[in-house]
């Protein structure tokens, strides 16, 4: 037997630990805890019914092949889908610009394996997703953090950090950002600052990673063209765009894809075949179907209007429970699925965590969300889940919970 298996385990996965929100998790198994901490959509607009029927005539029309191998590119009926999604958004691409994935994070992994070596340079908020910061630990890169500000990345702090690593002889491998109300601050990055990145990459020779989940969840001001539509206005080939449907249709279903330019396609498609072959087909089929037959425009405003009046719910009670004037703060996003809490800055959020569960409501602690130095002082909120019969409690809660510290 075995007894010494960590040794045995590779250098870059030793002190691997996943997920931490992970690890928050089992302490929300009870039930009187309303939870604010999982990015979790709602199941009130989950397309329950289109799900049912589509299942159905899939089924029926193509068991055999559904339950075959299907092509690791992804399956030629989602492609046409997907062309036609993008279409809407000013992106016109040919097939060989697309890769099915598993969902946002399988392309999140893909891109780390693609461009990541142990000690490699990457750019990323402060804060930023918590889960591309674990997809890309695996492979140990050097992450170099740009503080996020009400309107974006704080560009000119980027500028620094690459004009320092060319002086060092460095590049980071990409630059990772959520332009369009970020995990985990809801905050959405501007058009001059969109402009100012892509200058910035082009000059430093960088590309850019745009994650996109929550594109189509704008509750309230204009839509700012994507960072793929503005590179491809200058010519393309900078960026590559992830995408995933778990936000605006359903987690369950695990589909998206990535975007970018033909050769880092092709080789994110030799990537899929030896990580996970084939995305299945069944749930490929599903996501063709809701983006053709369903009608999509509407299923997408009824979103915007179910999760803005949660928002709305959730923002007019914190004005009114939170304490002010004392060091508290929080963002105000135009759209997506969270805000960002600011405390004084002698609380730490992870211990807050405790108080709250005992407070019966949860969230997840900021530093999680940091590649470097992390700030103890936030929290993230998740306003889509939780029921809005609940919402106000657990302001409510929180606010107390806050209030004792
Ligand atoms: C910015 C961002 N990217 C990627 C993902 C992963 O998406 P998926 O659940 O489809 O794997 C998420 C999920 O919360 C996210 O917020």
């Known amino acids: 037997m075995i007894k010494d298996w960590e040794s045995r385990f590779a250098p870059t996965i030793r002190s691997y630990e996943g997920y931490p929100i992970g690890k928050t998790l089992k302490y929300l198994a009870d039930p009187e805890i309303i939870s604010l901490a999982g990015g979790l959509p709602s199941p009130d607009v989950f397309p329950r019914a289109e799900s049912r029927a589509a299942s159905q005539l899939a089924l029926e029309k193509d068991i055999d092949r559904i339950m075959q191998y299907s092509p690791i590119p992804g399956e030629a009926a989602l492609f046409e889908a997907l062309r036609a999604f993008l279409a809407r958004d000013g992106i016109h691409?040919?097939?060989?610009?697309?890769?099915?994935?598993?969902?946002?994070?399988?392309?999140?992994?893909?891109?780390?394996?693609?461009?990541?070596?142990?000690?490699?340079?990457?750019?990323?908020?402060?804060?930023?997703?918590?889960?591309?910061?674990?997809?890309?630990?695996?492979?140990?890169?050097?992450?170099?953090?740009?503080?996020?500000?009400?309107?974006?990345?704080?560009?000119?702090?980027?500028?620094?950090?690459?004009?320092?690593?060319?002086?060092?002889?460095?590049?980071?491998?990409?630059?990772?950002?959520v332009p369009d109300f970020q995990n985990p601050t809801g905050i959405t990055m501007s058009l001059p600052k969109r402009e100012r990145l892509l200058d910035l990459a082009y000059e430093h020779d960088v590309p850019v990673v745009e994650d996109s989940p929550y594109r189509d969840l704008r509750y309230r001001g204009e839509t700012i063209p994507a960072l793929f539509a503005l590179d491809q206005e200058r010519g393309g080939g900078q960026v590559v765009g992830l995408y995933t449907f778990s936000k605006i249709f359903c987690p369950g279903m695990r589909v998206?894809?990535?975007?970018?330019?033909?050769?880092?396609?092709?080789?994110?498609?030799?990537?899929?075949?030896?990580?996970?072959?084939?995305?299945?087909?069944?749930?490929?089929?599903?996501?063709?179907?809701?983006?053709?037959?369903?009608?999509?425009?509407?299923?997408?405003?009824?979103?915007?209007?179910?999760?803005?009046?949660?928002?709305?719910?959730?923002?007019?009670?914190?004005?009114?429970?939170?304490?002010?004037?004392?060091?508290?703060?929080?963002?105000?996003?135009?759209?997506?699925?969270?805000?960002?809490?600011?405390?004084?800055?002698?609380?730490?959020?992870?211990?807050?965590?405790?108080?709250?569960?005992?407070c019966k409501v949860a969230f997840v602690p900021g530093e999680q969300f940091y590649g470097e130095s992390p700030a103890k002082n936030h929290l993230r909120i998740n306003f889509s889940y939780v029921p809005k019969d609940q919402l106000v409690e657990a302001v409510r809660r929180l606010a107390g919970c806050i209030r004792k510290r």
């Not at 000690?119 to 953090?145: E, I, N, S, W, Y």
């Not at 500028?159 to 002889?169: F, K, Q």
């Open 256 to 358: 998206g894809f990535n975007i970018g330019p033909k050769d880092v396609i092709a080789r994110m498609t030799c990537i899929k075949e030896g990580n996970i072959l084939n995305t299945p087909k069944y749930n490929q089929d599903l996501c063709t179907a809701f983006l053709e037959d369903m009608d999509l425009e509407a299923h997408i405003l009824r979103c915007r209007d179910y999760y803005r009046e949660k928002l709305n719910l959730f923002l007019a009670a914190m004005e009114e429970h939170f304490p002010t004037g004392s060091g508290v703060s929080w963002t105000v996003p135009e759209g997506g699925l969270f805000l960002w809490v600011s405390l004084p800055g002698e609380i730490d959020t992870a211990e807050l965590f405790f108080d709250a569960i005992e």
């Open 93 to 177: 691409l040919e097939r060989e610009n697309i890769l099915v994935t598993t969902s946002g994070q399988h392309g999140l992994d893909l891109v780390g394996r693609l461009f990541l070596e142990p000690g490699d340079p990457v750019l990323v908020d402060r804060p930023t997703f918590a889960g591309a910061l674990v997809a890309f630990q695996m492979q140990k890169p050097r992450f170099v953090g740009v503080d996020i500000q009400a309107d974006g990345s704080d560009v000119e702090a980027m500028a620094g950090s690459l004009a320092r690593l060319r002086d060092e002889g460095r590049k980071p491998k990409f630059i990772y950002v």
